[in-house]
T-cell receptor
Framework: NAGVTQTPKFQVLKTGQSMTLQCAQD?????MYWYRQDPGMGLRLIYY???????DKGEVPNGYNVSRLNKREFSLRLESAAPSQTSVYFC??????????FGPGTRLTVT | AQRVTQPEKLLSVFKGAPVELKCNYS??????LFWYVQYSRQRLQLLLR??SRESIKGFTADLNKGETSFHLKKPFAQEEDSAMYYC??????????FGQGTRLTINP
């Protein structure tokens, strides 16, 4: 039982490049989330998916797209990376009791 | 709009001393509040939630609706308590709003 897994762990991109961050959970949770963590800003919600087939914007969705591929997987795509997207990205999932389970994070640097 | 404020970015106390991490919130309805913790090189995890009224690792938090606060307390800090702590509030649809976080350092 791995919980929430994320790939890759680290990534360096040049401005304008694209990439997809992958997230998977094996807890049969309906809801999944993508956050970014920046110093002094806490965790800010980028997008979330309340159930398979649905996605909604969070607090900071600009520059990102998401896909809820199935109940297990929720990917985050940066179409044209910008230095402002340098951050640590966390995926999380939750069942019915509001507790969110987090992945280990992806540290992304955009130069 | 729902908002969570943690006024202290950094907090440093000595081992054995009491610890209080402050959290204030603004929310129009009946809030559900949580404390999450991130130890060094570990993933973020739930520490406690106010509806459970439990003590985890010696930490407690009381919801004060009059003061709109949910401060985290521990009477005697331990070195292993050093971590990043986040207060969070539900925003409906199981979404959480997080505060900015407080980095707690326990000095030996």
């Amino acid at each position: 039982n791995a919980g929430v897994t994320q790939t890759p762990k680290f990534q360096v991109l040049k401005t304008g490049q694209s990439m997809t961050l992958q997230c998977a959970q094996d807890m049969n949770h309906n809801s999944m989330y993508w956050y970014r963590q920046d110093p002094g800003m806490g965790l800010r919600l980028i997008y979330y998916s309340a159930s398979e087939g649905t996605t909604d914007k969070g607090e900071v969705p600009n520059g990102y797209n998401v896909s809820r591929l199935n109940k297990r997987e929720f990917s985050l795509r940066l179409e044209s990376a910008a230095p402002s997207q340098t951050s640590v990205y966390f995926c999380a999932s939750s069942g019915t009791l509001y507790e969110q389970y987090f992945g280990p994070g992806t540290r992304l640097t955009v130069t | 709009a729902q908002r969570v404020t943690q006024p202290e970015k950094l907090l440093s106390v000595f081992k054995g001393a009491p610890v209080e991490l402050k959290c204030n919130y603004s929310y129009s309805g009946s809030p559900e509040l949580f404390w999450y913790v991130q130890y060094s090189r570990q993933r973020l995890q739930l520490l406690l939630r106010h509806i459970s009224r439990e003590s985890i690792k010696g930490f407690t938090a009381d919801l004060n609706k009059g003061e709109t606060s949910f401060h985290l307390k521990k009477p005697f800090a331990q070195e292993e308590d050093s971590a990043m702590y986040y207060c969070a509030l539900t925003q409906g649809a199981q979404k959480l709003v997080f505060g900015q976080g407080t980095r707690l350092t326990i000095n030996p």
